[in-house]
Nanobody, 114 residues
Framework: QVQLQESGGGFVQPGGSLRLSCLASGFLFNNYDMRWYRQGPGKEREMVAT????????DYADSVKGRFIVSRDNGKKILYLQMNNLRVEDTGVYFC???????WGQGTQVTVSS
């Protein structure tokens, strides 16, 4: 069955960096667009970044453009999110999602605080 396992979250000070990973299994990873979402405390879940099957087309939420980079390794079946210059408002649980399908990982917590 489809499994998505995020890792890499943690506690970081403003201006710091983290790299999230999402290990995929149970489906043909290189056949699907992939997405990152996040949900901050008291907020609705929002899409952060998307990447197409080739890794060449990427889209970002305005709030993270220029700071976050989404990438993928189709051979290893891993989706990445490099997060730089983190802000307090980036705090939340980050989820990977199998494109437009309703398959989600369990999430990884990112906390940005001084």
């Amino acid at each position: 069955q489809v499994q998505l396992q995020e890792s890499g979250g943690g506690f970081v000070q403003p201006g710091g960096s983290l790299r999230l990973s999402c290990l995929a299994s149970g489906f043909l990873f290189n056949n699907y667009d992939m997405r990152w979402y996040r949900q901050g405390p008291g907020k609705e879940r929002e899409m952060v970044a998307t990447i197409d099957v080739t890794g060449r087309r990427k889209d970002y939420a305005d709030s993270v453009k220029g700071r976050f980079i989404v990438s993928r390794d189709n051979g290893k079946k891993i989706l990445y999110l490099q997060m730089n210059n983190l802000r307090v408002e980036d705090t939340g649980v980050y989820f990977c999602k199998l494109g437009s399908r309703d398959f989600w990982g369990q999430g990884t917590q990112v906390t940005v605080s001084s």
